[in-house]
């Protein structure tokens, strides 16, 4: 099993930036690819980013790329989303997820979920 915990969440001003971290307990972190959801209301869930258990590789969504920043810090069982010139359109739960394997942008081949953190762009 694999606990993730997001944080970092919050209300920001439409161009402002925000850091969310997730923090993992369990097995090894490190054997993980982690990846970013995110759910606006009424909306699915979609594919972020993500990051294989290297850092060697990273993958992200159309919506964001360019914007956002995927990390990790294997020694502190956390990864990383860092968002910047943040729109409306961000407004979202985001969540943080793991799996064994390479990089896929499918939420249903996710095997552990973190509760999720509110992300509220405003204008």
């Known amino acids: 099993q694999v606990q993730l915990v997001e944080s970092g969440g919050g209300l920001v001003q439409a161009g402002g930036s925000l850091r969310l971290s997730c923090a993992a307990a369990?097995?090894?972190?490190?054997?993980?690819?982690m990846g970013w959801f995110r759910q606006a209301p009424g909306k699915e869930r979609e594919f972020v980013a993500a990051?294989?258990?290297?850092?060697?590789?990273?993958y992200y969504a159309n919506s964001v790329k360019g914007r956002f920043t995927i990390s990790r810090d294997n020694a502190k069982n956390t990864v990383y989303l860092q968002m910047n010139s943040l729109l409306l359109e961000d407004t979202a739960v985001y969540y943080c997820?793991?799996?064994?394997?390479?990089?896929?942008?499918?939420?249903?081949?996710?095997?552990?979920w973190g509760r999720g953190t509110q992300v509220t762009v405003s204008s």
């Open positions: 997820a793991a799996r064994r394997g390479g990089i896929v942008t499918s939420m249903r081949l996710y095997d552990y």
């Open positions: 369990g097995r090894t972190f490190s054997n993980y690819v």
């Open positions: 990051i294989s258990w290297s850092s060697s590789t990273t």
